[in-house]
């Protein structure tokens, strides 16, 4: 039985949500034998689905949107018709067969997809039997019902945060609900190692033991996001050097892909490939 992990963050922009999932996805696939789905929950363009899936997608507000991706498991899902072995089915292989991503919803009004909450924990269940790991990226905050679902039926939370101090204040002094109960990982996204809110005076300030990781803002990175260029940019430094420009960026991204394995009590070690 695998396990579905949501990327969330507790306030809209800035903190880097989608872009940590799209490269945590990347480098699990490319390290890990584990099979891993990648999916979203956003109305409207998304970063995981347009950093791997090129112009794979049709135009919005199909008519046939129930034929495609999420769309597909919520219809199969309410006719208690979903089983594990029919979400590969609808879902787009991107990375040597490691990894496969779900396209979004195309149905024409918000309020319809946002019903999908109903059959949210049936699809998390679903998606456990078929994969080692399912990466969902969800809209921030809480005010969002979908959102809400997925983060209740998630067994882990990556929460991504970045170097403000009155987001990080807020974030420790009054810890979010949603979280209550809940495993999950602090992640700091478009890291800067420069300030002084580096990892360790994070962890000192807020005198927190909650495993705390960085993904450094990477200019190179984010440009293979925006031309689609996302699997080929981590397989040409799969191997990368002490040396090489992107190594402290690589290494974080590891740490990170490895801190998710032992976070759900996992060994990395029993899934990562041969070098």
Partial sequence: MG?????????????????NMVAT???????????????HTHYGISMVENAFLRSWRGGSGSASYSA????????????????????????????SGSLDVLAGTQKPEEDLFLKMHEVTDSICQSARSAYDLTMIDVTSGTRNVLTNAVLESADMVVVSLNQNMAL??????????????????????????GSRLTLTNIRRLFKTRIPMFAVP???????????????????????????????????EIRRLTRGIYQSLAIDPNMYEKEA
């Fill in 3 to 19: 396990n579905v992990i949501a990327f969330w963050s507790p306030c809209h922009g800035q903190t880097g949500s989608s872009s």
């Fill in 25 to 39: 996805a990347a480098v699990m696939a490319m390290d890990y034998v584990s099979h891993t789905l990648a999916a």
């Fill in 68 to 95: 495609q991706g999420i769309d597909s498991l919520e219809t199969l899902a309410r006719s208690k018709q979903l089983s594990s072995s029919m979400i590969k089915d609808y879902a787009v292989p991107v990375f």
């Fill in 168 to 193: 990080l204040r807020e974030f420790f002094d009054h810890p979010p609900a949603v979280l209550e109960g809940k495993t999950f990982i602090i992640v700091l996204g478009q890291y800067d190692a």
């Fill in 217 to 251: 803002h990477n200019s190179g990175y984010m440009d293979a996001c925006n031309e689609q260029k996302v699997v080929e940019f981590f397989l040409k430094r799969k191997h990368i050097q002490a040396a090489q420009p992107d190594y402290a960026f690589m290494q």
